[in-house]
């Protein structure tokens, strides 16, 4: 069993950078393939950003390509997300989410899921 837990989130004016991470324990980080995901209020949730186990693969939401990278220490078993250029539209929930199937994690089908982390940007 997995278990992911996001720190990182917090409030950051426009602009602004903030970095997440997911610390993973109770499996072998290095084989799964992670992502991050985010909730808006009100909206539904949506993938922002994918790495391969063997971070050859990054995927992004057209949204954030540019200004946000996920990253990965597979030697930490814990994974990144660097956002920056922040931007109020990027206000939500944060989950760090993991699978040893990358095209299923990217549709949001994931074995493994965080908590989550509140990300609030103020414009």
């Known amino acids: 069993q997995v278990r992911l837990v996001e720190s990182g989130g917090g409030l950051v004016q426009a602009g602004g950078s903030l970095r997440l991470s997911c610390a993973a324990s109770?499996?072998?980080?290095?084989?799964?393939?992670m992502g991050w995901f985010r909730q808006a209020p009100g909206k539904a949730g949506e993938f922002v950003a994918g790495?391969?186990?063997?971070?050859?693969?990054?995927d992004y939401v057209d949204s954030v390509k540019g200004r946000f990278t996920i990253s990965r220490d597979n030697a930490k078993n814990t994974a990144y997300l660097q956002m920056d250029s922040l931007k109020p539209e990027d206000t939500a929930v944060y989950y760090c989410?993991?699978?040893?199937?990358?095209?299923?994690?990217?549709?949001?089908?994931?074995?493994?899921w965080g908590k989550g982390t509140v990300v609030t940007v103020s414009s």
């Open positions: 989410a993991a699978d040893t199937n990358y095209y299923q994690l990217a549709k949001g089908i994931v074995a493994y």
């Open positions: 109770g499996g072998a980080f290095s084989s799964y393939e």
């Open positions: 790495m391969r186990w063997s971070s050859a693969i990054t």
